[in-house]
């Protein structure tokens, strides 16, 4: 009974509350917890953001410690689960490793997998904070055929995540400090963005009370598709390809605004910013930074640059409202870091990750959730026979 709305991508239909993250796309105003983005992205840590998105507050200093402690206590995988990795090819996209060994998790821990168990959950989110990086690394590892590392838990969340990336068996592993802060800031602008397709995914699936790392799976295959998270490496290859053909970047938006099959300003626009997202202002001040301070000089962040001014002062996309979302600087900087492409949407998943478990602990204690069913509009044959003899 009731009236059924067709709309296409959920432009209009709330399918949540949430008290986790609020943002207003036209005024480019995004808050974790009611905190500004801009504030928590200088003035807390990765750990502390992701609690604040779990818990609700910013943890005490006993909290955190704690928070933390537990998660180093978890860094290690299964001996089992290396051998599990060591069976894809060398050659498999980081991003379906990642989401692949995520989904195994459920099958190492089938002992506390219970959604409505409240010791399974916490349990569930330490294991995924502190393994998922771990599995990350590793896929990197086996994409360049190098020996994987085991964590070293004397190193803060994201020092061991860099040391496990680019440590090697053969020398001690020196933590450049410009790259350890950068990156953190890029995990905490990336921490939470209330209901995009992963989040809602996690959601979704979770509603059906499916365990969390088979939630989470599936957000993590959500987040590879180009126009989500994905776009953080379609930008990049974009910028190499305006490079690499020499076209220009005047040429490269006439192709766009033309809409040739296939071309598109990748890291531009976005379902709910109709004005520059702060936290690719956030991201672009970072680029600067961290080039400047690593010493590199990349011509694809100017020829970024180039294709924001160029785009922000045409009226195809003044008219659309299109703006660089947080996928447009964010490779430039990776890359200067040392990550591979590849390994880019990787890194977004990692920063999601408090945001897709805060969400899916905020639906799951909701009295008020039900299966996530959504409706359609059925067109198609009326009722017939099969043909005569069948
Ligand atoms: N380049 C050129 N034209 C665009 C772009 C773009 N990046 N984005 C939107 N448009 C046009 C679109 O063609 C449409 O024009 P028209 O009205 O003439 O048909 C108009 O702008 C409205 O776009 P839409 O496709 O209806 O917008 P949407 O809300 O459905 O899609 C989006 C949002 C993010 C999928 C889309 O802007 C896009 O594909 N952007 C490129 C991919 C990207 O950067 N994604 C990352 C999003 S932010 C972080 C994340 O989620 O990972």
């Not at 750990?47 to 609700?56: K, N, P």
């Not at 055929?145 to 090697?168: E, H, I, M, W």
């Not at 520059?276 to 590199?296: F, H, I, N, T």
Request: proline share 5%; glycine share 8%.
């Amino acid at each position: 009974t009731g009236m059924t709305t067709l709309d296409y991508g959920f432009v209009n239909t709330a399918a949540t509350k949430s008290n986790i993250t609020y943002i207003d796309g036209d005024q480019g105003i995004l808050r974790y917890r009611g905190y500004p983005i801009e504030q928590v992205a200088k003035g807390l840590s990765f750990l502390e953001v992701a609690w604040l998105l779990i818990y609700g507050e910013i943890p005490t200093e006993s909290e955190l410690e704690d928070f933390d402690r537990r998660i180093r206590r978890h860094t290690l995988l299964h001996e089992d689960l290396k051998r599990f990795f060591d069976g894809l090819p060398h050659q498999a996209h980081p991003m379906s490793v990642l989401s692949s060994g995520v989904s195994a998790l459920s099958t190492y821990y089938q002992d506390s997998l219970d959604p409505t168990n409240p010791e399974h959950v916490e349990i569930s989110t330490l294991r995924l904070l502190a393994k998922m990086p771990v599995m990350a690394a590793y896929a990197h590892k086996k994409s360049v055929g190098q020996a994987f590392l085991y964590p070293d838990n004397t190193l803060s969340f994201v020092d061991n995540f860099l040391r496990l990336n680019f440590g090697t068996m053969a020398e001690p592993y020196e933590v450049n400090p410009v790259v350890s802060s950068a990156l953190e800031r890029l995990l905490i602008l990336h921490a939470d963005h209330e209901q995009n397709a992963s989040t809602s995914t996690v959601r979704l699936v979770g509603s059906t009370q499916a365990n969390m790392f088979a939630s989470i799976s599936a957000g993590i295959n959500a987040l590879f598709g180009p126009l989500h998270g994905g776009a953080n490496e379609a930008v990049l290859s974009m910028l190499g390809d305006i490079q690499a053909s020499g076209e220009g970047v005047a040429k490269y938006v006439e192709r766009v605004k033309n809409k040739e099959a296939g071309v598109k300003l990748m890291g531009f626009g976005h379902r709910v910013y109709k004005n520059y997202d702060p936290r690719a202002k956030l991201v672009k001040e970072s680029a600067d930074e961290v080039l400047e301070a690593l010493g590199v000089h990349d011509d694809l962040l100017e020829i970024a640059k180039e294709l924001e001014q160029i785009a922000l002062a045409d009226d195809y996309f003044k008219e659309r409202r299109l703006y660089p979302n947080v996928d447009f600087y964010t490779g430039v900087i990776y890359k200067a870091m040392g990550f591979p492409t590849r390994m880019f949407t990787v890194l977004f998943a990692i920063g999601r990750l408090p945001g897709w478990i805060a969400h899916w602990r905020e639906m799951t204690s909701d009295p008020q959730t039900k299966i996530g069913r959504p409706q359609q509009l059925y067109l198609g044959h009326a009722a017939r026979d099969l043909p005569t003899g069948r």
